[in-house]
């Protein structure tokens, strides 16, 4: 078989020719020879099908259609399912029954049944169904499931309402369609977290976290959480929940953050246990919000599903905005979209600029497991911000409500969904939809003029061309403008200005004087802005006074990275910019957690990343030695107000998660890492002996270790939590992230010979290995080592645990930005992936998309 005819493409969907109607699972657990019976009932749609089943590394032991054992000329069999003939299938419903056998201690991937610390559990989606039984494993295939789990485990779990629960049996009945990627079983001796929640119509829902022994006492955060979730959606979109139990169980081995089984989410420990001990601040505001992103999908994903797996962002891309619109409602808004901003650029943008760059919504794929992506999910997420500036905000729910309406309990397109919009606003969505068709980020180039009290604005917009797709046509752009006068007053109220074409202007007029634009407000469309050089905005003036906080943010970002840039080519830092971070210092009206962001500094990746988009190639040493000398130059300039300021915003009382006390913490801690510059770590020395929560202890354990003096305190965490998994996570990835470059391959060396590591552990083998590449300059030696100790890492992992070894391969994906030298480092690295004997379908098309 060639490479190419594992291409699936969109363009090829066909309905599938049967309908079924129910399904009922028989497990008998054991971890060496699980048994799994499964009967549906099939309605043929159209005459003569045969009957298509997918099914990986099963042991068939049985085959019948309504209790007639089928012959084995009946049937074909093959590495990636079975075909029933048309010839042995009745014309109307019938029930298949199978009967298969399965090893999950086995299962080292971590997709089907297997195996996490003696618990059984399962991640289904996208196409892990078919490691359990015989089954039409698509999305667009929903079904009721009736499951039935016999094993010694005490506790013994499924989707939907439990109906029968004696000792060593359990079952449950789904009442709600669901295509099989969110069938879910756990079994284990767990303890639940309990509470209960009253919906909307007064409906009692009794809620359960699950964990090991011992971990029950650290899910008290997650369960408010889920109850914040459950009535945000409510009260925001409307949404009740539709079954009388939500379980969620946490699990220490598990590829990627959570997935939205029905009534059973299963969740990676590490997004769900927490105390002040063990979690940091953005831990628990990550927690938050994965909980509300699992939950949000009961909706957004689960009742209204996916027709295929080219429609992920349709539930991904909502489901983040969601989620993203509800840690904006819990916490600050504002500094949630700086965010969530900073993470769209660091991991979008990135991924968009190189050769991984795809649609929101592709149109071909070898392993969908590639695609879960930054441009799906968070790329998507925008796509759905955009909507609703176009739409408006009743508009957005008007169109929401008709979405929920009009499709609930179907398997839906981005077409059903811009449709939905379309008839709700009577918009014309036609361009827009290259959105969702069109890969790259837009470069919006903007020019200013002023004359007789009227005020032009010109955007020209250009995207490159990307892998497969050459010359693009404008998109639809949402660009939300405010004008200052100057002394910072708003001269209009923020405008959305609708550009639909390759260049356009938009006139203000009857103004007294030359407006200051602040463009693109609130980030409304994920685009790059370039100003024309002949009048650059004065971002020091917007960074003073801005009203709206995000473009302050992005004034001081611009300022930074300018500065940087100069200095990574030799120059000094720029005045200006270190003035307007020490009038922001001594601002006392501005919200601490928004300082923060704006003192942080852009990371060196991102400076890279800047380097790269204006033409040049970036040199990490000197981006290294440029980012350390503004830092240092920052807080020589404003010692005095930075140690004021660490020392004002030291929290007292006991800790708490909650925005404010964590905001003044993330100010404080970024005062002390600019004073670790020039107190040689002494200050992060006494608050790491001195902290008694786990956001001010690792922030001072990284900055010990950056400062050359970190191996006492690393010692001591180390004894401390050795017993602990998820800290021992922090501890891997800090000092790799946080020690100089030169000395981060030996220690990551070192590190993998530690007897805590758990390469096999999806958390323990990321914090290393992606804490090692986060060190830029580390990763990026010249000598090529880092590359190849990382390769061979993923050559490694590969045999075990592909799909993590190939969302883990895109470290390479920015071969393209740099000197040649690296260049072909990088690129030889690749190579000897794709060309090892027995690569995984996963690893092999990573690295064939990056060689290009
Ligand atoms: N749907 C989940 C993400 C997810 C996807 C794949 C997984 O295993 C391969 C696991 C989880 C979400 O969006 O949270
Ligand atoms: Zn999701």
């Not at 009932?41 to 259609?65: F, H, T, Y």
């Not at 200005?497 to 938009?506: A, G, V």
């Not at 409304?524 to 995000?550: I, M, Q, W």
């Not at 017993?723 to 030996?746: C, E, H, N, Y």
Request: charged fraction near 25%; aromatic fraction near 10%; include cysteine.
């Amino acid at each position: 078989m060639t490479q190419n005819t594992l291409t699936k493409r969109l363009s090829d969907y066909q309905p599938y020719p049967f309908e079924l109607e129910m399904v009922r699972l028989d497990f008998r657990l054991d971890p060496d020879a699980t048994q799994v019976r499964a009967r549906m009932a099939m309605r043929p749609l159209r005459a003569a099908s045969a009957l298509e089943l997918d099914g990986e590394g099963l042991v068939l032991r049985k085959i019948a259609v309504d209790g007639r054992v089928l012959a084995a000329s009946e049937y074909t069999q093959s590495d990636t399912g079975l075909v029933i003939h048309a010839a042995a299938l009745p014309a109307q419903t019938f029930t298949l029954e199978t009967e298969v056998e399965i090893a999950p201690a086995a299962n080292t991937a971590l997709e089907g049944l297997y195996m996490s610390n003696g618990m059984y559990c399962t991640q289904c989606e996208a196409e892990g169904f078919r490691k359990i039984t015989y089954y039409p494993d698509r999305p667009d295939v929903m079904a009721r499931f009736h499951v039935t789990v016999a094993g010694d485990a005490p506790v013994l779990l499924s989707n939907g309402n439990p109906v029968a629960q004696e000792t060593g049996r359990a079952e449950w009945v789904d009442p709600w369609p669901k295509p099989a990627y969110l069938f879910a079983l756990v079994a284990g001796d767990l303890v639940a977290h309990s509470g209960s929640f009253t919906t909307m119509s007064g409906r009692e829902v009794a809620l359960n976290i699950w964990v090991r022994k011992g971990d029950e006492t650290r899910c008290a955060f997650a369960l408010e959480a889920l109850k914040r979730s459950m009535t945000w959606d409510e009260q925001v979109y409307g949404r009740e929940y539709d079954l009388d139990i939500f379980n969620i169980v946490a699990v220490d081995d598990f590829n990627m953050g959570a997935m939205e089984n029905k009534g059973l989410n299963i969740f990676n420990s590490k997004w769900v246990l927490a105390s002040p001990e063990t979690a940091t601040d953005s831990d628990y505001e990550r927690i938050e919000g994965i909980i509300a992103h699992e939950y949000f999908h009961n909706w957004t994903g689960n009742r209204i599903t996916c027709r295929d797996w080219f429609q992920l962002c349709l539930k991904e891309g909502l489901t983040v905005y969601r989620d993203q619109s509800f840690t904006a409602d819990m916490r600050l808004g504002p500094v949630k979209r700086i965010e969530d901003v900073s993470a769209l650029r660091a991991r979008q943008f990135r991924e968009d600029r190189g050769p991984l760059s795809h649609p929101p919504r592709p149109d071909h794929y070898k392993e969908i497991n590639n695609f879960y992506t930054a441009t799906v999910y968070e790329k998507g997420a925008e796509i759905v911000g955009m909507l609703r500036q176009l739409v408006g905000p009743q508009g957005y729910r008007d169109a929401l409500d008709l979405y929920f309406e009009r499709h609930d309990g179907q398997a839906c397109t981005i077409e059903d969904w811009l449709k939905v919009f379309e008839d709700s606003s009577g918009r014309d969505l036609r361009q827009f939809k290259h959105w969702y068709t069109d890969a790259g980020t837009p470069r919006l180039q903007v020019s200013d003029d002023f004359k007789d009290g009227t005020y032009t604005l010109e955007f020209t917009q250009k995207t490159d061309q990307t892998p497969g797709q050459g010359d693009k046509p404008a998109r639809h752009i949402p660009i939300a403008v405010g004008l200052l006068s100057d002394t910072g007053a708003d001269l209009i109220e923020t405008k959305i200005l609708e550009m639909t074409e390759p260049r356009q202007s938009f006139v203000f007029e009857g103004l007294s004087q030359r407006p200051v634009p602040s463009i693109l407000r609130g980030f409304s469309a994920p685009v790059v802005l370039e100003f024309d050089t002949g009048h650059p905005p004065d971002s020091a003036f917007l960074l003073a006074h801005d009203s709206d906080p995000f473009n302050r943010w992005e004034a001081g970002r611009r300022l930074a990275l300018q500065t940087v840039v100069a200095m990574a080519q030799g120059g000094a830092a720029d005045p200006s910019y270190v003035a307007a971070i020490g009038a922001l210092i001594k601002d006392g009206a501005a919200d601490p957690a928004f300082c923060a962001l704006c003192l942080a500094l852009p990371s060196e990746d991102q400076i890279a990343q800047a380097l790269h988009e204006a033409g040049k190639s970036p040199d990490p040493v000197a981006i290294h030695r440029a980012r350390e000398a503004l830092a240092t130059a920052l807080a020589n300039a404003h010692e005095d107000a930075l140690s004021a300021l660490y020392d004002a915003m030291a929290v007292s009382g006991p800790y708490r998660p909650d925005p404010e006390p964590a905001g003044q913490r993330s100010l404080r801690l970024a005062a002390l890492a600019l004073l670790r510059r020039i107190d040689g770590g002494a200050r992060a020395q006494a608050l790491f002996d001195a902290a008694d929560n786990m956001t001010e202890s690792l922030a001072a354990l990284g900055q010990v270790v950056a400062a050359g003096v970190g191996e006492a305190a690393l010692a001591t965490f180390r004894d401390r939590w050795q017993g602990d998994r998820l800290v021992m996570d922090k501890w891997f990835a800090i000092q790799l992230t946080a020690s100089a470059p030169d000395q981060a391959l030996s220690r990551a060396e070192k590190l993998v010979q530690d007897p805590l590591f758990d390469w096999k552990n999806p958390n323990r083998f990321r914090s290393l290995m992606s804490g090692f590449a986060a060190n830029h300059a580390g990763f990026h030696r010249v000598d090529g080592a880092g590359y190849r100790f990382y390769a061979d890492w993923l050559l490694r992992l590969d045999p075990l645990n592909p799909q993590v070894a190939a969302r883990m391969s895109t470290a390479f994906e920015t071969w393209a930005r740099y000197d040649l030298t690296r260049q072909s480092l990088m690129r030889a690295e690749l190579a000897r992936i794709a060309q090892t004997e027995g690569l995984s379908r996963d690893l092999s098309e990573m690295s064939a998309r990056m060689l290009g």
